[in-house]
């Protein structure tokens, strides 16, 4: 488990800020379908992304308060 964090973690740094962007506006997209009552799948996807999200905004919020 610790390696799959360290992993999100080189991700996060990879990250632009615009792919950033990018990603919240998937995932707003994927909350508008879990909203109109999509499949558990598709709830299940949302759940990864809005969690890989957190975690890689998170990062990049805190590397940047140096």
Same mark, same amino acid.
């Given at each position: $488990?610790?390696? &799959?964090? /360290?992993? #999100?973690? @080189?991700?996060?740094? !990879?990250? %632009?800020?615009?792919?950033?962007?990018?990603? @919240?506006? *998937?995932? !707003? #997209? *994927?909350?508008?379908?879990?909203? @109109?009552?999509? &499949? $558990? !799948?598709?709830? @299940?996807?949302?759940?990864?992304?809005? %969690?890989?999200? &957190?975690? #890689? /905004?998170?990062?990049?919020?805190? &590397?940047?308060?140096?």
């Amino acid at each position: $488990m610790r390696g &799959s964090g /360290h992993l #999100v973690g @080189e991700l996060g740094q !990879k990250l %632009t800020c615009q792919q950033l962007l990018l990603l @919240e506006r *998937a995932l !707003k #997209v *994927a909350r508008g379908l879990r909203l @109109e009552g999509a &499949s $558990m !799948k598709t709830q @299940e996807l949302c759940f990864y992304i809005f %969690t890989a999200l &957190s975690t #890689v /905004h998170i990062m990049r919020c805190t &590397s940047t308060n140096d």
